[in-house]
Nanobody
């Protein structure tokens, strides 16, 4: 049974940092694209980032490039999203998800996703 359990959300001031973690079970990270999408209240889902370790590829949405970094730890079967220089536009629920690269890029059609922690950026 596939499970994705996220942690690490919270309230942070503009310019601050947070690290999200996604502990995966029921599958091995190496064989799938896994990443994050977010959804702010009243807005459409937005693909944020994914990693596909078998081909050594990563993806970042333009709005987070240079600020967010995705990484994976095979030993812990865990994926991380380091978020720096956060701004109020980053406020959203962040969901860890597994699926095709395209689904993770657009934030729709993933095979599995977690409930997601809320990230609030406010002064």
């Amino acid at each position: 049974q596939v499970q994705l359990v996220e942690s690490g959300g919270g309230l942070v001031q503009p310019g601050g940092s947070l690290r999200l973690s996604c502990a995966a079970s029921g599958f091995t990270l190496d064989y799938y694209a896994i990443g994050w999408f977010r959804q702010a209240p009243g807005k459409e889902r937005e693909g944020v980032s994914y990693i596909r370790r078998t081909v050594g590829s990563t993806y970042y949405a333009d709005c987070v490039k240079g600020r967010f970094t995705i990484s994976g730890d095979n030993a812990k079967n865990t994926v991380y999203l380091q978020m720096n220089s956060l701004n109020p536009e980053d406020t959203a629920t962040y969901h860890c998800a597994m699926g095709s690269s395209r689904s993770l890029m657009i934030g729709y059609g993933m095979d599995y996703w977690g409930k997601g922690p809320l990230v609030s950026v406010s002064s």
